[in-house]
């Protein structure tokens, strides 16, 4: 058995030869399970009430809960060659079709959709040359191709049919977890950003922290609530410079002493870790670039506004 988890629901992966299967727990009383159909069965009768009480018994009985929908399906791992074509943009389902492992088809059309909006809205309002659009396809394909590879990796640790070599799997988890099962955040297995617009610094290409920030009156709120949906340079107050010469297009957010108050450190670890200052993060909440010297960010925010522009 192997688990992923995120912060809204967790899943089970049991890696069983005789039946690979999947629980996820989801919101509320909400509860999924995938469950391989072996050779010979039939994909209709599987999915008749019986045969899915049969399947589930391991966890539960018919009076503890409500079948909402049970379906039988053959999965793909599909992307597309092309993004854009003219005034037409791919995402989602239309791009790409992902493994049901750690559920990342919708997350996968989420961030291709997060992605396209912000560039549009930019090139539409004037802000950004339509070269800004061909980003969207550069980063979007290479993260989708890698992720997708990395889902098809877990698919064949979970579906191995060998006895011989599902012993030897298990093994080799067991060792890499010092004995026990360890539990993987989902966040971990998900790529950064490799090509696009980014710029080669520690941390670049990756999602920007979301911490708890601690409001006067003690309330505590989300940090995008505060940041908003345009770009934004965020500093560690007690290392970076007094004030950053930054166009106003660019909102600079000071965390730490004279600034915003974090709950957990969140933050102060970040820019620990990664030894810079300063983390410059698009509308989509990728960073952009981060740094550790006046003189390279400077230079950076002055060569973004040429590459937006171009």
């Not at 045969?51 to 791992?77: N, T």
């Not at 098809?152 to 977890?177: P, S, Y």
């Not at 007094?242 to 166009?247: A, C, H, K, R, V």
Request: with cysteine; net charge neutral.
């Amino acid at each position: 058995q192997c688990d992923w988890t995120s912060d809204v629901c967790s899943s089970d992966l049991y890696c069983d030869p005789r039946r690979p299967c999947t629980y996820l727990v989801g919101v509320g009383n909400h509860r999924r399970w995938e469950i391989s159909i072996n050779p010979g069965e039939d994909p209709q009768q599987v999915t008749s009430d019986g045969a899915v009480w049969r399947l589930l018994s391991r966890w539960l009985e018919p009076d503890e809960a409500r079948l909402w929908r049970q379906a039988s399906y053959r999965f793909h791992a599909l992307v597309a060659t092309e993004w854009r074509k003219g005034r037409v943009f791919l995402a989602g389902d239309a791009a790409h079709q992902q493994p049901p492992f750690i559920g990342q088809g919708m997350c996968q059309g989420l961030r291709d959709v997060a992605n396209l909006a912000w560039k549009l809205e930019a090139v539409l309002g004037g802000r950004a040359g339509a070269g800004l659009l061909d980003t969207y396809g550069s980063e979007r394909s290479r993260h989708v191709r890698e992720l997708t590879t990395r889902l098809k990796g877990i698919g064949a640790i979970i579906g191995e049919r060998d006895d011989e070599k599902a012993r030897m799997r298990d093994a080799r988890l067991l060792a890499q977890g010092g004995g026990v099962v360890r539990t993987t955040p989902r966040q971990d297995i998900i790529p950064k950003l490799e090509a696009g617009l980014i710029t080669e610094t520690p941390a670049a290409g990756t999602i920007f922290p979301q911490p708890w920030i601690v409001e006067e009156e003690g309330r505590r709120v989300r940090f995008d609530a505060l940041a908003g949906h345009g770009w934004r340079l965020v500093l560690d107050a007690e290392r970076a410079p007094p004030s950053p010469d930054t166009p106003d297009w660019i909102r600079v957010m000071r965390v730490g002493q004279g600034g915003l108050v974090e709950a957990d450190g969140v933050l102060r670890g970040w820019f620990g870790r990664h030894g810079v200052w300063a983390a410059l993060v698009r509308p989509d909440h990728y960073v952009c670039a981060t740094f550790g010297e006046a003189g390279i960010l400077t230079r950076e925010l002055k060569g973004l506004r040429d590459r937006l522009t171009s």
